[in-house]
T-cell receptor
Framework: DAKTTQPNSMESNEEEPVHLPCNHSTISGTDYIHWYRQLPSQGPEYVIHGLTSNVNNRMASLAIAEDRKSSTLILHRATLRDAAVYYCILRGYSGYSTLTFGKGTMLLVSP | GAGVSQSPSNKVTEKGKDVELRCDPISGHTALYWYRQRLGQGLEFLIYFQGNSAPDKSGLPSDRFSAERTGESVSTLTIQRTQQEDSAVYLC??????????????FGPGTRLTVL
């Protein structure tokens, strides 16, 4: 799977929007962009994924650049429960099924 | 329904002992994965089972590590002659195999292994 680059940490205030960036300049045409998050002392949980078009679900939105070399996970109103490490992961057919986790972005949310 | 469960939640062992870690996947999930997470690090892939196919063992760090899965149910990860560097949280995940690329993986709470 191609490599992703994320900031080590970000801070936000409660009830404000959060934009978590991810760079993946070597993405291939068939790579999907997945986001997982890991709350303290828990296993990771799925957040969202997309290929080319922007995606929305109950947890977040995923904005994908037109050239697909970067993407942004958007939490519309951060809550204290959203404090976690967020992982941006590419999955392609050559590296099927397994998730390759980097170090992710630690999101700190202040009341 | 029930999520992925793992046991024990914590395991403390002495260097050189063997340990067995158990994972119960979500019922009906044909794919099962083991990962390891050292303190402050990201997850490392260990092994992957999918249906009746031969498991992908490419992530196992040494021949002291092995895993088995009975059909499409329980899996056991065994670490023989444990070393201090084996101390980590061992995470299991399962998924309903669709295409291997868009499948969502559901993780268990992990087993924290401490080797003294």
């Amino acid at each position: 799977d191609a490599k992703t680059t994320q900031p080590n940490s970000m801070e936000s205030n409660e009830e404000e929007p959060v934009h978590l960036p991810c760079n993946h300049s070597t993405i291939s045409g068939t790579d999907y962009i997945h986001w997982y998050r890991q709350l303290p002392s828990q296993g990771p949980e799925y957040v969202i994924h997309g290929l080319t078009s922007n995606v929305n679900n109950r947890m977040a939105s995923l904005a994908i650049a037109e050239d697909r070399k970067s993407s942004t996970l958007i939490l519309h109103r951060a809550t204290l429960r959203d404090a976690a490490v967020y992982y941006c992961i590419l999955r392609g057919y050559s590296g099927y099924s397994t998730l390759t986790f980097g170090k992710g972005t630690m999101l700190l949310v202040s009341p | 329904g029930a999520g992925v469960s793992q046991s024990p939640s914590n395991k403390v062992t002495e260097k050189g002992k063997d340990v067995e870690l158990r994972c119960d996947p979500i019922s009906g999930h044909t794919a099962l994965y083991w990962y390891r997470q050292r303190l402050g690090q990201g997850l490392e892939f260990l092994i992957y089972f999918q249906g009746n196919s031969a498991p992908d063992k490419s992530g196992l760090p040494s021949d002291r590590f092995s895993a088995e899965r009975t059909g499409e149910s329980v899996s056991t990860l065994t670490i023989q002659r444990t070393q201090q560097e084996d101390s980590a949280v061992y995470l299991c995940a399962s998924s309903l195999f669709r295409d291997g690329v868009t499948d969502t993986q559901y993780f268990g709470p992990g087993t924290r292994l401490t080797v003294l």
